[in-house]
């Protein structure tokens, strides 16, 4: 798998979810309350790798479900298994760059806080940001 490509799409697929969530956040529904709870899980796990991955899967599925798009939730769950690859690969290359897993839990907090106060545009930035860095780590 190109992994340019799966970033690329991931942009796509999650910058859009992320833009949907703050949409529905800014009308009335649904709650950031699991992205929260996978954030806080996040923070608690920076030196375990794989409970620092499963909080970071929890995370994006928490603001997919926010999101409330089937298809599009369908197509970000089909990813996961080579999601969960590139993520081992991410959380390495971070490591290699020197740079802190703090600076993701950074990024996800800039997501969380777009979709919490209802601002799509800020969202759906802030989801690609974040994938921008993660190609950082993947040695794009």
Do not use: C, K, Y
Not at 25 to 37: K, L
């Amino acid at each position: 798998m190109d992994l340019r490509d799966l970033i690329d799409t991931r942009r796509v697929i999650e910058g859009e979810l992320a833009r949907r969530a703050a949409s529905r956040i800014a009308a009335g529904h649904g709650s950031p309350e699991e992205a929260e709870r996978a954030l806080s899980a996040m923070h608690d796990r920076t030196g375990d790798r794989d409970a620092f991955i499963a909080a970071d899967l929890a995370f994006h599925q928490a603001v997919a479900d926010l999101a409330d798009s089937n298809v599009l939730s369908f197509i970000l769950a089909a990813m996961n298994g080579v999601l969960l690859d590139a993520r081992r690969t991410s959380f390495l290359g971070r490591e290699q760059r020197g740079s802190s897993h703090q600076e993701t839990i950074d990024a996800h907090r800039e997501i969380l806080d777009a979709v919490a106060a209802g601002n799509p545009d800020a969202a759906a930035e802030a989801m690609s940001r974040h994938l921008t860095e993660t190609g950082h780590d993947l040695g794009l």
